[in-house]
């Protein structure tokens, strides 16, 4: 059946929301990911490590990244949310889903989609710390510029990013656009926040 190509949805805007401009291609990502599992292979060789992995943001980044670790690695996942503005961070995280494995003894790799604030991470990695592991180190595919974290506990990070709210390769805008296979910028159809929601709601990372 012949289709009329102009006729097909733009699968680049969702709602009110439009992801077109890239600022990291799938090519790019592709390299970078690879290179910090070559950096983390070799800085662990003869251990193994456990990599934790916070949902949903992480999950594509993770996977891509455990495969480009050649040593015997394990996986754990957490879900957090946090209370606030849906696209702000508040620092005050609630636990969806807690991890199956024990830490005590284990290198950890704490695996995050993207550093804002980095109150989030100052909760987790405070939250980790308590269970006792061997080591723990921070994995971000994006670091904000104007992040607030100490440099020193960001061990690993694909990318410095500006403000703007991104979506893809994980991240998401209410839900959306995870599935893109780069990072993109996401526009918004309105002066609104990306989310459009107002006031405090609770959203998952
Ligand atoms: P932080 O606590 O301010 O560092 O926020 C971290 C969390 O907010 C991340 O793990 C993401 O889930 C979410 N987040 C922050 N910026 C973005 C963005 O630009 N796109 C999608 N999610 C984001
Ligand atoms: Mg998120």
């Known amino acids: 059946m012949a289709s009329d190509p102009s006729a097909a949805p733009d699968p680049l805007t969702v709602g009110r929301y439009t992801a077109s401009s890239v600022l990291v291609s799938a090519v790019d990502l592709q390299a970078r990911v690879r290179a910090l599992g ?19 943001g992480a999950f594509m980044f993770m996977s891509d990244l455990a495969r480009a670790i050649d040593l015997p ?40 989609d993207i550093i804002d604030s980095g109150l989030t991470l100052n909760y987790l990695r405070r939250n980790l710390l308590a ?50 296979p780069d990072v993109r910028i996401v526009k918004v159809a309105s002066d609104e926040e990306p989310d459009g929601s107002e006031g405090e709601v609770e959203s998952a990372a």
């Open 131 to 180: 269970r006792n592991p061997a080591s723990l180190e921070v994995c971000a595919l994006l670091v904000r510029e104007n992040h607030k974290v100490d440099d020193s506990i960001l061990r690993y990070e694909g990318y410095r990013v500006p403000s703007d709210f991104l979506v893809g390769y994980g991240l998401d805008v209410d839900e959306k656009f995870r599935n893109l």
């Open 73 to 112: 690695v394990e996986f754990d996942f957490m879900a957090v949310s946090s209370y606030g503005h849906s696209t702000r961070s508040s620092g005050v995280v609630r636990i969806v889903k807690d991890l199956d494995l024990d830490l005590a003894g284990r290198d950890v790799i704490l695996v995050e």
């Open 38 to 56: 070559e950096e983390i292979t070799a800085d662990y060789v003869g251990r193994e490590p456990l990599l934790v992995g916070v949902l949903k």
